[in-house]
């Protein structure tokens, strides 16, 4: 009897013990799902921005080559033997300097036979004129001298242009190049002399979509530079071809920089081209870098003020957004968010919709390169 009642409390005692174990197991996953449940992640540091209707400045963009509005390359009319060259490489060159000299002795030589054969026939026209005045000469014979006179005075203007254009001069001022000959050197017609370039003005050829054609007109201001950020040449529109490549559908657009400081801009150099149109007011912008584009389109994450385990906390909604132009670090925003709202600028590639954040805007995003910002550096 005893044994029984010993056995019995025992397997009680098991039961019991097995019971409690299974609620505590019970009783410490709940607690951890609980914990974990209730366990808010760290905010993200982000950099934010206001969005904002600001006036917007639209602009063509496109790439253009400059070329100087006066610029050549030199080559001699005549040939002949190069006797002296007057000008360094990269030097400062007054319209009428002279420049090369081809060798002309010979030229010089035949001038003064013309020259002699000019007085002769003046001599004898001022005779033969004379002597018909008072009806002794012919008139055959004073026409004959007159005409001799003629012939000989062509070939003394002829002889001098030889000699002109033998001392090649600067058709304009500007800078001229390196040389391409040598004294000594025997150089036919058309022998190219050196690149000469007059760098204060310059040309900017550059193509527009044929859409875009009827936006520019003659006058419009123009900004270029070397980069999309850095335009600090300013001109404007002087030529646009009246018809479009039918092979690119592209219309040609030059522009003049009046001032190129320093020499800034080189012929052939390749630029960055904005034809500015005119502003319009209350266009809604944001930072580029603040819309991620996706398979399902483009979303900004704007940041919300919510409670958080009764605490208040910024939390960040995504939202699909139409994007309309890009200007600088600014993009157009047509339809999804409104003036006033905060969007994320930079990090969003810690985050998801909920995400609570905090916001460190010591840096401007909008002045730094957009692909760093994209990445969240």
């Not at 009764?310 to 200007?327: C, E, I, L, S, Y």
Request: overall charge neutral; charged content about 20%; hydrophobic content about 40%.
């Amino acid at each position: 009897m005893k044994r029984r009642i010993v056995v019995s409390l025992v397997f009680i005692l098991a039961i019991g013990l097995c019971a409690g174990v299974v609620w505590f197991n019970f009783f410490r996953d709940g607690m951890i799902k609980q914990f974990f449940a209730n366990m808010q992640p760290p905010a993200q540091t982000v950099s934010a921005a206001k969005v904002e209707a600001n006036t917007w400045t639209p602009a063509i963009s496109a790439i253009g080559t400059a070329k100087a509005a006066n610029g050549v390359e030199l080559a001699v009319q005549v040939g002949g033997v190069v006797k002296e060259i007057r000008f360094k490489p990269n030097q400062q060159v007054q319209q009428g300097d002279l420049l090369v000299q081809i060798d002309d002795a010979v030229d010089r030589a035949d001038l003064a036979n013309a020259q002699a054969q000019v007085r002769l026939a003046e001599s004898n026209f001022e005779r033969s004129k004379a002597l018909a005045a008072r009806g002794i000469a012919a008139e055959a014979t004073f026409e004959q001298n007159q005409a001799q006179l003629a012939t000989a005075r062509a070939q003394e203007a002829r002889v001098r242009a030889v000699i002109e254009q033998k001392a090649l001069e600067a058709p304009f001022s500007g800078v001229i190049g390196i040389p391409r000959i040598d004294v000594g050197q025997y150089v036919q017609p058309g022998t190219a002399v050196a690149s000469f370039q007059n760098l204060q003005s310059m040309k900017v050829d550059f193509t527009v979509p044929e859409q875009m054609a009827e936006q520019i007109g003659l006058g419009q201001e123009v900004r270029m530079g070397n980069s999309e950020t850095d335009m600090p040449f300013k001109g404007r529109v002087t030529g646009k071809d009246p018809r479009v490549d039918p092979k690119t559908r592209l219309v040609s657009v030059q522009a003049v920089v009046d001032e190129n400081k320093d020499g800034a801009i080189l012929p052939g150099q390749f630029l960055h081209v904005e034809v500015i149109l005119p502003e319009q007011p209350n266009v809604i912008t944001v930072p580029q870098t603040a819309v991620i584009s996706s398979l399902y389109g483009d979303y900004v994450y704007t940041i919300e003020q919510e409670e958080r385990a009764g605490q208040p906390a910024q939390v960040v909604k995504q939202v699909f957004v139409k994007t309309g132009r890009r200007r600088g670090g600014s993009l157009e925003i047509l339809s999804g968010i409104t003036p006033g709202q905060q969007v994320v600028a930079s990090g969003q590639n810690k985050l998801q919709a909920g995400s609570t954040v905090k916001i460190d805007n010591s840096i401007d995003v909008t002045k730094l390169d957009a692909t760093k910002l994209a990445n969240g550096r």
